[in-house]
């Protein structure tokens, strides 16, 4: 039973220790280091080369080492018969919830103004209202979204998700589909994005969607930098239509040197930090659904091609 | 019936209209225009000069314009019969978790370290560990520091408080006492401060203290300046026994120019906007202590001076 581990960001020692003794049977074969690749059973990977997973005749299954697979579903080669599963890791959702929350409150708390008053020495109190008077608007109703809204909504935020389908979860305001994705912009001073990219969200932070949103409201992308058309978000800052953004995620990564992002006073840049993948909680559950597959038994996580998630 | 309003940082134009919608028959005299000072039955104050109080031979209370009294107990002619009321306000209350929650994320996260690298142009992820493996200390077990520390616990802190006597609250891990500081301190990777001033915890953030930190821990001040010895902070920074501080509070306010605080790349300074008053909740609130008085009912968070708080 052979595995293919492939990354373009992550390094192979960060996994093979916690692969290899939770189920040494498997062997862990390193990209370019395939042997046969008619031995390869199951492909564990990041952003593989365009025709790589279809290379491997007897692949039996498809195992992304993050919350998407948009960096898959590119491949146009991309065998199509073969099972795709996502990795949904508590302890990655932990880390996302805990960015989210921290940007929120940063932007909630006009952190940006206080840091520029600092580095001139100005000592001025800001009028600040509450949490509980501060409508954040959620883009993604799934683990991600759920989880950052429930903490939001513990520390007292006027929180409501939105998701492509209608969605009822206790506790949570949820909006869907078109009609109510201005009704749920039109309420967000905060705009956080944790949406899947499919062909559907792909520029979906755009200046008609900015338009919405109350005049001097932030947003937050954590998901996929491709959800953002840049100049949008530009044009958006400069007219004062949006007040900041908060952004961890970019078309290109590392995000080019020169681009405006970099030295924008009102845009924070975070390397693609918000949820790292973290081998010691995640490989039990990316070999849980191996032992599943192996045994016949439903997967965790599955991901339908057709919808992108 | 007649109260007296003084506030060295707030206005009365603030208050004014709030206290005289709720309480009509109550006559509220803007300092320094007292009229009789034998009219004036209450005072509601921040910082009131020295003998401003034993000046008013009819006073029945002493209401505090914030959650210290510090403040007014630093008046060397203060009367001394007379109760003193501090103002605890839920809105004020859950404005200090929202700051303090914000500043340990910040920390936590390492954030000063990725804004220094925005400003330099650089992509680097750093190691980042999780909430749960993050130990917080809380000084301080009031109404403020259980607020924050079952708020930080819901986002999965490993938060413990510690106080001047043994408490028990359900849900919080707590410390008490000489001994126990200690034992507190060695535990907190990230300290936070919300303890009221008093003579025994004047200067309580010093070299001793940061000593028994962690390597390499981090300071949040949310409480009073005079609980901090600004050159030990600096020493501690300057040999990296700490790695950043975050101050919303100073010995003198506003934070005087050239402070080296203010520039300081391992300070983040704040204008005392933690947690500000807000008169239309707390007016409610601070006449709700007048009609007890007026009844002989017990009056709420009444100050006991041999103690400080």
């Known amino acids: 039973m052979a595995l293919l581990f492939r990354s373009s960001v992550d390094s192979e020692a960060r996994w093979k220790p916690h692969l290899a003794r939770l189920m040494p049977e498997l062997e862990v074969r390193i990209w370019p280091e395939i042997g046969d690749p008619a031995e390869i059973d199951y492909a564990l990977v990041w952003r593989p080369e365009p025709g790589l997973l279809a290379s491997l005749?007897?692949?039996?299954?498809?195992?992304?080492?993050g919350a998407g697979v948009d960096h898959i579903l590119i491949d146009p080669h991309l065998p199509g018969g073969v099972p795709i599963v996502r990795l949904v890791d508590p302890y990655m959702t932990d880390a996302m919830s805990e960015y989210v929350i921290l940007q929120v409150l940063r932007l909630h708390r006009q952190d940006l103004d206080y840091r520029a008053r600092q580095e001139s020495g100005i000592w001025l109190e800001l009028d600040q209202k509450n949490a509980a008077e501060r409508g954040v608007g959620i883009l993604g109703f799934g683990e991600l979204g759920q989880d950052a809204g429930r903490k939001l909504k513990g520390l007292g935020f006027d929180v409501a998700l939105w998701g492509r389908r209608p969605k009822t979860v206790e506790g949570l305001r949820g909006y869907a589909g078109t009609t109510d994705f201005s009704a749920?912009?039109?309420r967000s001073e905060i705009l956080v994005c944790l949406?899947?990219?499919?062909?559907e969200t792909e520029g979906i932070l755009n200046a008609s969607t900015?338009?919405?949103l109350p005049k001097g409201a932030a947003l937050i992308n954590a998901a996929r930098g491709a959800h953002l058309v840049d100049e949008d978000l530009l044009a958006a800052l400069a007219s004062s239509r949006l007040s900041a953004a908060v952004l961890d995620v970019f078309h290109d990564e590392p995000l080019p040197a020169g681009h405006p992002f970099w030295r924008h006073p009102r845009i924070i840049v975070t390397p693609h930090i918000a949820a790292a993948t973290h081998p010691p909680?995640?490989?039990?559950i990316i070999l849980d659904n191996i032992r599943r597959f192996e045994a016949?038994?439903?997967l965790l996580n599955q991901v339908d091609p057709a919808q992108g998630y």
Chains 1, 2 share one sequence.
């Open 281 to 284: 909680t995640a490989a039990p």
């Open 296 to 298: 016949g038994r439903p």
């Open 57 to 65: 005749p007897n692949l039996k299954l498809i195992l992304s080492l």
């Open 184 to 186: 749920l912009l039109g």
């Open 195 to 199: 949406l899947p990219l499919t062909p």
């Open 210 to 212: 900015f338009a919405m």
